[in-house]
T-cell receptor, first 111, second 112 residues
Framework: TQLLEQSPQFLSIQEGENLTVYCNSSSVFSSLQWYRQEPGEGPVLLVTVVTGGEVKKLKRLTFQFGDARKDSSLHITAAQPGDTGLYLC???????????FGSGTRLLVRP | DTGVSQDPRHKITKRGQNVTFRCDPISEHNRLYWYRQTLGQGPEFLTYFQNEAQLEKSRLLSDRFSAERPKGSFSTLEIQRTEQGDSAMYLC??????????FGSGTRLTVV
């Protein structure tokens, strides 16, 4: 059974601080996606990474896919209150494109 | 691109009743997925369609659950004889390319 473990489960930081969220598995994934979810809403796609070692930047967010395609990280620089939300990583591994989701990291950025 | 629409947004039902949810995907997306998300967890895969064909069902989808996608457009998810353990957010998503899903806002089901 493929599993994705996210850490930390909860993070409360002050505005302006940096943070990193980790997503780890013992399984290899063909792609890894990161989503952000607001309360009562569906997840919104932030990024997809498909190549081992790939790094993608989206403004203050930096995403990295591990060389072995088993792990990923999300780094946020100078966090803002608008970054508050649930961050989910999700791995895809076959032609069905169904996703295995981690349990999420709940981020609170205090003004 | 009008996004993925789900209806209703919220549903409260008594245990033992049947409920049906609807999902309208993005029109040019040929694949449609259903996921279930319980409090404090990430979404779990239930089933998916390519056009009107249901190609895979999770073991989570007991015989009380049935999903359809007639004519390859909208989809419905029905739960018969609801149980309290069915309380969750039911999410629908559609894709055209490999690069990521577009999720709807979900239907939150509460079984009392």
């Amino acid at each position: 059974t493929q599993l994705l473990e996210q850490s930390p489960q909860f993070l409360s930081i002050q505005e302006g601080e940096n943070l990193t969220v980790y997503c780890n598995s013992s399984s290899v994934f063909s792609s890894l996606q990161w989503y952000r979810q607001e309360p009562g809403e569906g997840p919104v796609l932030l990024v997809t990474v498909v190549t081992g070692g790939e790094v993608k930047k989206l403004k203050r967010l930096t995403f990295q896919f591990g060389d072995a395609r088993k792990d990923s990280s999300l780094h946020i620089t100078a966090a803002q209150p608008g970054d508050t939300g649930l961050y989910l990583c999700a791995g895809g591994s076959d032609s069905s494109y169904k996703l295995i989701f981690g349990s999420g990291t709940r981020l609170l950025v205090r003004p | 691109d009008t996004g993925v629409s789900q209806d209703p947004r919220h549903k409260i039902t008594k245990r033992g009743q049947n409920v049906t949810f609807r999902c309208d995907p993005i029109s040019e997306h040929n694949r449609l997925y259903w996921y279930r998300q319980t409090l404090g967890q990430g979404p779990e895969f239930l089933t998916y369609f390519q056009n009107e064909a249901q190609l895979e069902k999770s073991r989570l989808l007991s015989d009380r659950f049935s999903a359809e996608r007639p004519k390859g457009s909208f989809s419905t998810l029905e739960i018969q004889r609801t149980e309290q353990g069915d309380s969750a957010m039911y999410l629908c998503a559609s894709i055209r390319l490999i690069n990521g899903y577009t999720f709807g806002s979900g239907t939150r089901l509460t079984v009392v």
